[in-house]
């Protein structure tokens, strides 16, 4: 392991080539973040600094890379040193021991799915453990993109497969765009979709920054469905040499019967495969194992475009001062009991409303 190089994140697959490269890098400092670069034998890290109420963490998007699992530990032991040094309070990691583009679609799934319980030991043995939350999805759906395209849409369904062929007789027309001005349709259904489901979504800085810096290298790209004229659904994709990943998405409710997604979704992956990416991550499916979670409606749809599930880590935090990590699971426990109460008392008023205004 001493004379592993470290891996080049442009040539692995999966999101890690997206989130751990050069692009993602420039991107970040960008948006007035502080960003810090390691490396060692067999691994790769790009680190972000975030701060928080009990002080400041450095967190590792997919990172650190690995060329094999085998290089976790050094690699978590050199960024703690580092981050001791730099008086950071604690790391936060998705560490990947990618494949390379050089393997074929079912052997990195395989890779991905067995190499992800190993590193999860090895965290934990290094005295790791789980982060309150996710940052990045710890479980997401993979596309083959090396086959020919009758073969790509021969993976979906085939309510996709006519959805696709047949969006020019529905009238809906799709398009992409490098453009930075492209992120504005995605911006502004994501953020509508954003507050009909209750999640929070990125900011408009934040995307329109995204599509200004990342265009430089080709490694954004917006895609949009429309019907006379009115963009009806647009997704924002992000893109290394090896792999697409389908990063923010949103549609108008209004024309769901219309079903723009498919045939735009459809679209980006036909794409991709055509300028020699050889995988797409569809950025986030529920476990199988757990029907009862609240992505399940969304994953099933994700999961009609083909391909196979990976399991990616989750987010792990590595305490640096332990003084300052203790102080802020203690903070966030607080947030989270307050945040719980606030929801079920704003369920108890929605319930006492639809009581005395039932829909006649």
């Known amino acids: 392991m001493r004379h592993t190089p470290a891996p080049d994140p442009s040539t692995v697959l999966g999101p890690a080539g997206v989130l751990q490269s050069e692009p993602w890098h420039r991107f970040q400092a960008a948006l007035g973040r502080a960003t810090h670069l390691f490396s060692g034998p067999g691994w790769h890290a790009l680190v972000v600094e975030e701060t928080s109420r009990a002080g400041r963490l450095w967190y590792a998007p997919y990172g650190p890379v690995l060329s094999h ?18 008086r950071i309070g604690w790391l936060r990691v998705e560490p990947q021991a990618a494949a390379s583009s050089g393997e074929g679609f079912e052997d990195a799934v395989r890779r ?42 021969g993976a979906m369904t085939g309510t996709n497969r006519n959805l696709w062929r047949r969006h020019r007789d529905k009238g809906i027309t799709l398009e992409s765009s490098t453009h930075p001005s492209g992120a504005d349709a995605v911006i502004e259904l994501l953020h509508r979709t954003a507050g009909r489901r209750g ?6 800085d934040y995307l329109r920054t ?50 723009p997604n498919q045939p735009l979704i459809a679209q980006a992956l036909l794409d991709a495969a055509a300028q020699g990416q050889r995988m797409a991550d569809l950025f986030g499916v529920a476990s199988a194992n757990d029907p009862g979670h609240p992505w399940t409606g969304f994953s099933a749809f994700k999961r009609s475009f083909g391909g196979a599930d ?29 945040s719980t109460v606030r929801g079920r008392a704003r369920g108890a008023a929605d319930t006492a409303r639809a009581r005395l205004h039932p829909e006649r």
Not at 199 to 204: E, K, M, R
Not at 228 to 238: E, I
Request: charged share 20%; with cysteine.
């Open 69 to 86: 699992p085998e290089a976790l530990p050094d690699a978590l032991t050199e960024l703690r040193s580092a981050a001791r040094a730099a």
């Open 112 to 153: 991905q799915n067995a190499t992800a319980p190993v590193l999860a030991a090895a965290l934990t043995a290094h005295g790791a453990r789980p982060a309150p939350r996710d940052i990045q999805p710890a479980y997401t759906r993979w596309v083959d993109l090396t086959r020919e395209p009758g073969g790509i849409l």
């Open 310 to 338: 990976v399991a990616l880590g989750g987010t792990w935090d590595l305490p640096v001062s332990a003084p300052r990590y203790a102080a802020y699971r203690v903070a966030r426990r607080a947030r989270d009991e307050v």
């Open 210 to 259: 995204a599509a200004r810096v990342l265009r430089e290298t080709g490694s954004c790209t917006a895609y949009t469905s429309s019907v006379d004229g009115t963009v009806v659904s647009a997704l924002l994709t992000y893109d290394s040499p090896t792999t697409r990943v389908f990063a923010h998405s949103g549609m108008d409710a209004a024309l769901r019967k219309l079903r």
């Open 199 to 204: 999640f929070t979504a990125h900011g408009s």
